[in-house]
């Protein structure tokens, strides 16, 4: 059996004075710790490239398969996996406490998550650049510099190193500094890019709130700054009441000419962000807004047909993309199916009806839930056929599932289905 090269101290380092990561961008300092084993490279160049170096189609490279394994080692245990590294961090940089929420069950979770994603698809470099490029970018709002990324990477390793002891050798760890140097540094180097061209963070008054019904308002803001998004794109906010604490929502109109930003938010009970900007906010507040994100963006030139399946405030990217493709000009026949629970709930129902007026290419299908099943994807069996379609799914994440298991069924394939993540969508009752 191996020998676990590396043996974590108490705090979560590397046993010895050493350290597994150096600064980033400086190749020409050690980087590995342990005596005797070789030390791994960081990644040179550009440092994308050892991404792109792919194993063979369908064959893991080893480095994929010892970090599989660890992973694999700490999943039945990542609660105490990630109490500890969280701790570790904060004990030996007390300095990086203020970048986190004060509560920290939500991002403990997430940065499993993406440490699973990345080692489920360490080998598929076109998906994980893209992933991390988006990750990187997104933590220019929290305030994460380039220098943070080795003190967090020690922490990671010394949590690995305690909790997947079993497994964890000389071989293991050097196969995971290489992989974190890697994956950090397409997240610096995406942020470094990003600086020269956005802030990390907008600041945007809130110059309406309209409640829709008791849990829904429609919020405008202004942000301080020009604000680049796609219709179908959504972006993080933070509200002044709960510092550091981002959510997610998705932009409700199109870019407009006076640089307005449009959101539907359903305030979730006991919900932080939500209730606030449901039930507190008001004109003049300002919140605080991170970089638009997601991929349900739409290409207007093609012929196909475009199907939008949503529920909730799903309406609110389904109502910007048909913004969107009125502007562009050309008549691609788009139809909306827009599911709720009850008919109280299709709060923009009248908008979309305005829409649909206006413009003979659309047409916007209600869809009402009977014995709290959704009844999208019935729906959409009697309409159709949806072969040649391209399609785009927006609500909670249980619609998101049962309209993508619906479209596959009615034939669409899944390169022409469009949603956000799925596993970011926890909250019922979007
Ligand atoms: C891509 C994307 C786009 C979105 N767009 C919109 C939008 O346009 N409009 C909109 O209203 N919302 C949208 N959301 C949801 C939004 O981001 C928030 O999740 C939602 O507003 C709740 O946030 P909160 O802070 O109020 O609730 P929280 O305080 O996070 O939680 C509220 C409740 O949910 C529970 N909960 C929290 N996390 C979990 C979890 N991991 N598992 C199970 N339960 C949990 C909590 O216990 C609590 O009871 C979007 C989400 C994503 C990922
Ligand atoms: C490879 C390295 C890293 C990975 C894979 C990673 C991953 C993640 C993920 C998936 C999230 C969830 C929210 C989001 O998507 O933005 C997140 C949030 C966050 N990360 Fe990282 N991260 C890394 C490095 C760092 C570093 C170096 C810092 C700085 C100390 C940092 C600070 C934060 C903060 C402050 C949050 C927000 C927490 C919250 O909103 O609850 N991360 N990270």
């Known amino acids: 059996m191996d020998v676990p090269a590396t043996r974590s101290a108490d705090d979560g380092t ?11 961008r400086q190749p020409e300092r050690p980087n590995a710790a342990t005596e005797g084993e070789p030390r ?45 590294f969280y701790a570790t961090l904060f004990v030996r940089h007390p300095d990086l406490r203020a970048l986190f929420p004060p509560a920290m069950n939500v991002q403990r979770d997430r940065l499993l998550k993406a440490l ?68 950090s540094q397409v997240m610096i180097d995406a942020a470094a890019a990003d600086e020269l061209r956005a802030p990390a963070l907008w600041h945007a008054e809130v110059v309406s709130h309209e409640l829709r019904t008791p849990d829904v308002a429609i919020l405008t803001v202004r942000p301080d700054q020009p604000y680049a998004f ?74 196909s047909g475009l199907l939008c399946l949503c529920g909730g405030t799903g309406i609110a990217p389904v109502k910007a993309l048909v913004e969107e493709a009125a502007e562009h000009g050309r008549r691609r026949p788009v139809e909306v199916f827009y ?31 009977r014995n709290g099943l959704t009844q999208l994807p019935d729906a959409l069996r009697t309409f159709g056929p949806w072969t040649d379609c391209d399609a785009c799914v927006a609500g909670p994440p249980g619609l998101i599932r049962s309209a993508v298991k619906a479209l596959r069924e009615a034939g669409v394939s899944r390169e022409r289905i469009r949603h956000d993540a799925v596993e970011e969508l926890v909250v019922p009752g979007r």
Not at 357 to 362: I, P, Q, V
């Open 230 to 303: 796609r219709a179908g794109q959504y972006t993080s906010l933070e509200t002044p009441w709960w510092p550091r604490i981002w959510r997610h929502y998705s932009f409700a109109s199109a870019p407009r000419s006076d640089g307005l930003l449009t959101f539907h938010v359903k305030a979730v009970p006991a919900g932080w962000v939500s209730t606030a900007l449901v039930h507190r906010v008001r004109p003049g507040d300002v919140l605080r807004l991170g970089q638009a994100t997601g991929s349900m963006t739409v290409d207007h030139n093609r012929g």
């Open 339 to 369: 599911g709720a629970r009850s008919v109280h709930d299709l709060y923009d129902i009248e908008t979309m009806r305005g829409l649909q007026r206006a413009h003979s290419w659309l047409e916007v299908r209600p869809v009402i839930d």
């Open 14 to 24: 590397p046993g010895g004075e050493g350290r597994w990561f150096a600064l980033p």
């Open 40 to 84: 791994p490279a960081v990644a040179p160049g550009g440092h994308l490239g050892p991404l792109q170096r792919s194993a063979p189609a369908g064959e893991a490279s080893p480095d994929a398969v010892l970090v599989r394994r660890t992973m694999a080692e700490v999943a039945p245990v990542a609660d105490e996996f990630t109490s500890y």
């Open 116 to 183: 699973l994603t990345a080692a489920e698809r360490i080998d598929d470099a076109p998906f994980l650049i893209e992933y991390l490029q988006n990750l990187g970018l997104g933590h220019r709002k929290y305030g994460t510099r380039a220098e943070h990324y080795p003190a967090v990477g020690e922490c990671l390793l010394g949590a690995l190193s305690r909790y997947a002891g079993a497994v964890w050798d000389g071989r293991t760890e050097a196969a995971w500094v290489r992989t974190y140097t890697r994956l």
